[in-house]
């Protein structure tokens, strides 16, 4: 059984940092592409970034590119994203996500399985 678990969320204030992990179980984590989006209440799931076992990496360069790093440590099979100068508008709970392809991908439907989430929450 694949299982995705996310973990660091909380409650901080603008301009704070926050590191999320994953980890990862039942799946051979390093053929698998992964990803990390958000969803903030009344919107859509976003991009937010998304690594190669190769440690390629890829972001929604208009939201957070320069101050989000993607990276992950295969042995560990866990992913992390490195969060810097938190925005209020940064707010939302964030879903790990692993997709069996080899190509970088921004579209959530073409991950294949997904963890429960954590929140973030930003402070003005």
């Known amino acids: 059984q694949v299982q995705l678990v996310e973990s660091g969320g909380g409650l901080v204030q603008a301009g704070d940092s926050l590191t999320l992990s994953c980890a990862g179980s039942g799946l051979p984590f390093n053929n698998y592409v992964m990803g990390w989006f958000r969803q903030a209440p009344g919107k859509e799931r976003e991009f937010v970034a998304a690594?190669?076992?190769?440690?390629?990496?890829?972001y929604n360069s208009d939201s957070v590119k320069g101050r989000f790093t993607i990276s992950r440590v295969n042995a560990k099979n866990t992913v992390y994203l490195q969060m810097n100068n938190l925005k209020p508008e940064d707010t939302a709970i964030y879903y790990c996500a692993a997709d069996a392809t080899t190509t970088l991908t921004t579209r959530s439907q073409e991950y294949d399985y997904w963890g429960q989430g954590t929140q973030v929450t930003v402070s003005s």
């Open positions: 690594i190669r076992w190769t440690g390629r990496s890829t």
